[in-house]
């Protein structure tokens, strides 16, 4: 076996050359640099943003009417289809009117009858022949029958029953041949839906700025619901309710729409927005930019450099996918809507401008 004796020399030649080697690998590594993070960005701007309470609102008629029948008989005729629009007017029913004939013509024979009684006995009233309360009794009864033959004309007009309002028209409860009682049997009920009310409940802190915006001016309103086709139905706050509910802490409004399209339908339940006021020149962000945090909400901020600065920031209110921005920023900053989870301050950024606004449609 050989050994090999390294003067004192060699031994620190050596040691150097160890030491190098690690030296050069780290130099090496430290000249690498990340590539930049692909992320999608947004301006900011400045808008006129409205102040809006969204909530879940439910259709109701203006006015229902339950129709019912005046006169007890058989259900002769059906002049409507189920579900149509009807005029206020419009034929409805026919009760058969053979029985109200019958008694009017009767009632009309009599009242003759005592026409001619009374006019009789007035000429002998007027002669002195007869006493007073002869002639008073005769009178009586002409008086009577003329009331029963005026009772017979309604009870025949009421044969025939119409709508008392224009509205849509529910499901037939009485078909041709029943006998339909009066006043127990329904026999149709009819909404009115143009124009139709919206009533919606909002948190009882929002009282206040409710009723002081109905003092200036009227509370637009807009709804929507899942398969609205075209513009949102808009309308106007008509009524807030005199109590606030102590078991929800809500107060309830109501909505008034034209309808005349006939979009809006009783029961259906629908998103409603309020428009409480507008708020002019606010700095608006895309909705996605702002991220919240231990320390509160903050954006990432796209500098010159192409370096991200984290960015402390306060919002207010959101409407259609854009965050008022009350402090923290200024108008024409350049944001980060996607990619946020990839970011610290001072990281490089590959930035792709937002289509509307949406990181979903462009993600990298």
């Not at 009819?190 to 909002?202: E, G, K, L, R």
């Not at 309103?221 to 606030?244: I, K, Y």
């Not at 792709?352 to 990298?364: E, F, L, R, V, Y």
């Given at each position: 076996m050989k050994f090999f004796n390294l003067t004192s020399g060699g031994r620190l030649a050596a040691l150097l050359l160890v030491l190098a080697l690690p030296c050069g690998c780290s130099r090496k590594e430290k000249t690498?640099?990340?590539?930049?993070?692909?992320?999608?960005?947004?301006?900011?701007a400045t808008k006129t943003i409205p102040s809006q309470l969204t909530a879940v609102g439910n259709v109701l008629p203006v006015a229902k009417v339950t129709v019912r029948s005046q006169i007890t008989g058989r259900l002769e005729a059906v002049h409507f289809q189920e579900g149509r629009s009807v005029r206020q007017g419009d034929l409805l029913f026919t009760i058969d009117p053979r029985p109200a004939q019958a008694a009017l013509a009767r009632d009309q024979a009599q009242l003759e009858n005592a026409q001619i009684q009374f006019a009789r006995a007035q000429k002998l009233y007027d002669q002195k022949l007869i006493p007073q309360e002869e002639y008073d009794t005769s009178r009586a009864a002409r008086d009577t029958l003329a009331a029963t033959v005026q009772a017979d004309e309604l009870n025949l007009a009421y044969c025939e029953i119409r709508a008392p309002m224009d509205g849509v028209t529910g499901a037939q409860l009485a078909f041709p041949g029943n006998i339909v009682?009066?006043?127990?049997?329904a026999l149709l009920l009819?909404?009115?839906?143009?124009?139709?009310?919206?009533?919606?409940?909002?948190p009882e802190r929002f009282l206040p700025p409710i009723k002081n915006e109905m003092a200036a001016h009227a509370l637009?309103?807009?709804?929507?619901?899942?398969?609205?086709?075209?513009?949102?139905?808009?309308?106007?706050?008509?009524?807030?309710?005199?109590?606030?509910d102590p078991t929800t802490g809500t107060i309830q409004l109501r909505a008034t729409f034209a309808n005349d399209d006939g979009k809006l339908w009783p029961g259906q339940f629908v998103e409603v927005t309020l428009t409480l006021s507008e708020i002019a020149n606010a700095v608006v962000v895309a909705s996605q930019a702002v991220q919240t945090g231990q320390n509160g909400q903050?954006?990432?901020?796209?500098?010159?450099?192409?370096?991200?600065?984290?960015?402390?920031?306060?919002?207010?209110?959101?409407t259609a996918g854009e965050t008022v921005v009350t402090g923290g920023l200024r108008a024409g900053e350049t944001v980060v809507t996607d990619g946020q989870l990839r970011l610290v301050p001072g990281t490089k950024v590959n930035a792709?401008?937002?289509?509307?606004?949406?990181?979903?449609?462009?993600?990298?």
């Open positions: 690498k640099t990340a590539p930049p993070v692909p992320v999608l960005t947004s301006p900011t009682k009066s006043p127990d049997d009819i909404n009115q839906i143009h124009p139709i009310y919206v009533a919606f409940a909002v637009k309103t807009a709804v929507n619901f899942a398969g609205l086709t075209g513009a949102a139905p808009q309308g106007e706050v008509t009524f807030v309710d005199n109590t606030v903050y954006v990432f901020v796209v500098k010159a450099d192409q370096t991200v600065e984290l960015r402390p920031v306060q919002t207010g209110d959101t792709k401008a937002s289509i509307g606004g949406s990181a979903a449609t462009n993600a990298p």
